[in-house]
Structures are given as structure tokens and as C-alpha cells.
């Protein structure tokens, strides 16, 4: 059984490119969340998709996007990039929406440095 | 301004001894708690939950304690093994957050044989 696969592990971008990370969801899942942990912190949700839509979103600015598929996998686009946006960027999967004690499965993440 | 906090970055304990991690929250509106431990280069992984209705909630080894008055929570791990050895996060939903979580800071684990 697969778990969550994300792609790729690592990333190096300059200021101002773009980005695309990758993530397919643990077999079962319909949910897919992304996070992003900074160094030395935990990690801080940026959205969730559920049903090929945004469904919640943290803190972040537009320059984050995102995109579901009908087969639920998901990616994560940051447009502009900014040396603060390096990162590892964890996406997770659960099943169905909106449920608290639906356990978070997560990736090992994709590590971006901006240089 | 940080909703969870883990405010011990590390811990280190013996083997066969407890291990006591603690959280803080700010939010009155959580009311799903859970721990989540993550290895280097691996993604967190879920270890234990409780419910704002309960005060504790045990799983094997894994104990955790909610006081809702004082808004804190810790994990006890009990014994500790070397392979425990981790970054533990504490993490809290709300009403209406559904699993969207928010995670403290981590506490960094070391468990000596």
C-alpha cells in the first residue's frame, strides 16, 4: 500500500522563478493538504483540496496555488519566489473533509532552497 | 502570533525513563489535540489524539494529558527507548477546522541508551 509519494525530494530555484511540487495521496484518500515547515519550526498549513477545490487556506499570500486532480493528486505552485520561501513543503491525505478525527497521513516533503 | 507552543526545543532522557513533552495553546476554540513524530528526512507521523471531552487517552507506551482550564497538553512516554528518539510536534484543530491543523514548534527528543 502505497503511502503519500511527493516529487521531487529536492529543489534548488533563484529569486523570482516559479515553482511546481508534486503529490500523490495515499491510496483511499480523497484530501490532499499542504504544509510548509521553515527551519526549526513546525510545519504551517497553507491549503486543503478536497473535490478538485480549495476547501481552506492558512496565511499565505496568492503567489501560493494549488491544483487537485480527478485521480486526487495534487501540486502546489509558488509564483515569485522569495529566499523566505525555502522550505520543506509537506503535503498530507486523509480521507473525506471536514473530519477532525480523520487522521493526516503525510510525505517526507520536497526540501526548496532559493538562492 | 503562535496559537500552539512547545516551549522545551529539547529534551533529553535516559532509557527506561519517562519522557514528559509539553504543549501550550492559546486558542479556546481547539478541540482536537494530537502528537506527531517525525524522523529526519521522513514526513511527520500521527502517534497519539485527544479529544477536548477527555483528559487523557493512552496507547501503549504513549500517554497524553489535556487540561483545558490551564490550555495545556504533554505526552508521556513511559519507558523511553532509544528508537523514541525523534521531534515530537503537538498540533490542534478547531470546530469548524476539520483536520487543517496548526502545529507548534516541535521538541527534539534524545533518548540515551
Known sequence: DAGVTQSPTHLIKTRGQQVTLRCSPKSGHDTVSWYQQALGQGPQFIFQYYEEEERQRGNFPDRFSGHQFPNYSS?????ALLLGD???????????????????FFGSGTQLSVL | D????????????QEGRISILNCDYTNSMFD????YKKYPAEGPTF???????????????????LNKSAKHLSLHIVPSQPGDSAVYFCAASGLNAGNMLTFGGGTRLMVKP
Open chain 1, 86 to 104: 525555502s522550505a520543506l513543503y509537506l503535503c498530507a491525505s486523509s480521507l473525506g473533509f471536514g473530519n477532525p478525527n480523520e487522521k493526516l
Open chain 2, 32 to 35: 482536537y489535540f494530537l502528537w
Open chain 2, 2 to 13: 503562535q496559537q500552539v507552543k512547545q516551549n522545551s526545543p529539547s529534551l533529553s532522557v
Open chain 2, 47 to 65: 502517534l497519539i489524539s485527544i479529544s477536548s471531552i477527555k483528559d487523557k487517552n493512552e496507547d501503549g507506551r504513549f500517554t497524553v494529558f
Open chain 1, 75 to 79: 501540486e502546489l505552485n509558488v509564483n
